[in-house]
């Protein structure tokens, strides 16, 4: 190990509108010897997902803002360099939330094993990570799909909503999956075996909407809001479910998010609408993983990643969610492992 | 009986924006002897109720709308002039869902038997009957209020309103009520008990709304929607529960009803709301009919009337709700009876 120093993104500005380069700094930090019970950890792949644009703000939220002046933080998948633990070895793969940086020093207990004999270690970022068990929590707890009922999800393409319309599949539901190209809607349908899908780029994207959903919308998971949403809450059946995921149409909207107010077509249907966070289901989450993972052994998932590669990329990553350049999971490669062979 | 004809509100026109008397006509109708199982009612009293205006418009609902060039129709209070059935006599007082008329003619299966000995009479159209019914089964169904939890109430001086802050207090809760003057404010603290209440008409409305739900809102029970929604939501606690009932807000605003979208708000609390109308609960009511006429003859539950006299004046009593000028129930009496004594 030659290396002697190591880079951190910190946040250093609120983004007003498009987070940009200024309002970030690549922070170059001495790599420490490490203490008792501590891990040296390399950062092979980081995540990033829309929800970190909301915390930085600086407002009170589910999960507290990220601080000024200090790194970013997020899942992460490391090699343990070098470890003062009895639990971990150097070549261990390990995933856990951690700092955006292309190293990380922590406590043992900060990070769990990854085993890359059961699937490829990214898919602990996505589809057997956080963002598929966002999947799988949202719709099945609270969108609760029935076999024969049309399940519509918003940001269909995504790491999160890719993966709603394969559970809603699996549970006998109808799919249907709005994104932002054509090649994402042939994506859902060919690929992963949506029901339909259309492009609300499209000048017709609300006659397509119609057309896709002919019977009415039973369960809505949403990932986008804004008039997507607005779109998809007038064709909402009797007694339907609409998911709270995310806003992402209004994360970078520096203005008041307007729109039609919906409390009347909630009335009309004896519709309902939940927002959570995949904190909601903390003392759930094995159950949820023991699942999601028995789907995916048996082929029934699918899941695509967009990887872009270095550290120095980090910040165009998080960028491109916002303009659907990714399909399935993004993740930024920052390094390939110096000890293990994945 | 020396009268021959009686006069029907029929709904001549769709109104746009408030409803005028020249969407309306009163038509004359000669008394028809009744036949085999039929009935000749004079109505007392007729409930006018805001979810009527939605009735007026020509578009698919949870009830149908009414239909031109025939009568309006909703709750009456009546009394058995004539019967041809074994299960009624002359004298009896019996209500239902029947046309705004002076006189109706009906099926004898189209209308229960009031108890005049129970409670007066008028409480079967309010705080015993759909008003009441609609307060107990939203609240308690879907806001599911808990001991020490803040409950804020839309439309709170009004019929269900008045009854949703009563049960909230049953239930142990802090009742906050909105409504739209200074001497409703005073009714819902010094009479009914509320622990707070404001005027959403006075320019420090945010502020009061603020200061009187300090620890924030855990059940929203809305009756109005628009502005004041929008100012309730920002204070929704976590896991709160927002109860759909109405929004007479914007019943009579022909412009799309605009405001800022709330979906984030209900993700960053993993907050619910719901929509209902009481339709949904057919098959409980008899339930929920017994608990409220226990809480009544408890005393627990307190009511207020608000009634114009004369078939003349309905349309009156109608419009005055979307202008809040009926403290509690409004009702038209139509008449006295004729063989009953109550």
Aim: proline fraction near 4%; include cysteine; hydrophobic fraction near 40%.
């Amino acid at each position: 190990m030659a290396v002697k120093t190591y880079r951190e993104i910190h946040l250093i500005n609120r983004p007003e509108g498009t987070p940009t380069d200024q309002d970030f700094a690549f922070v170059e930090k001495d790599i420490p010897s490490i203490k008792e019970n501590e891990l040296l950890l390399k950062t092979l792949y980081l995540s990033v997902d829309p929800y970190m644009r909301g915390r930085m703000r600086d407002v009170k939220s589910y999960v507290a803002p990220y601080k000024l002046n200090e790194p970013m933080n997020g899942g992460v998948l490391a090699e343990v360099l070098d470890s003062k633990s009895d639990r971990f070895q150097q070549g261990d793969i390990v995933t856990g939330t951690l700092n955006w940086g292309e190293y990380n020093i922590v406590q043992a207990n900060a990070v769990q094993k990854v085993d890359p004999s059961i699937a490829p270690i990214t898919t602990r970022l996505g589809v057997l990570g956080m963002t598929g068990l966002t999947a799988y929590f949202g719709l099945l707890d609270i969108g609760k799909p029935q076999a024969g009922e049309t399940v519509v999800v918003s940001g269909a393409a995504g790491a999160v909503g890719s993966i709603v319309g394969q559970i809603a599949k699996l549970k006998g539901a109808r799919a249907v999956g709005i994104a932002g190209s054509d090649e994402k809607v042939d994506y859902l349908v060919n690929e992963l075996g949506f029901d339909a899908a259309v492009n609300y780029k499209k000048d017709s994207f609300e006659d397509d909407l119609k057309k896709a959903v002919a019977d009415g919308v039973d369960v809505y998971f949403d990932n986008v809001g804004g008039p997507v949403s607005d779109a998809v809450i007038l064709e909402l059946n009797r007694n339907s479910r609409v998911v709270l995921c995310g806003t992402i149409s209004s994360y970078n909207n520096p203005a008041e998010d307007l729109g039609p107010r919906i409390q009347w077509k909630f009335i009309t249907t004896s519709s309902m609408m939940k927002g959570f966070t995949l904190g909601d289901y903390a003392s759930e989450l094995k159950t949820g993983a023991v699942e999601m993972a028995k789907w995916f052994q048996e082929g029934k998932l699918k899941y695509e990643e967009t990887i872009i590669e270095g550290f120095d990329q980090t910040l165009e990553a998080f960028r491109g969610l916002f303009e659907g350049s990714n399909l399935g999971k993004q993740l930024v490669k920052v390094a390939d492992p110096e000890i293990a062979k994945l």
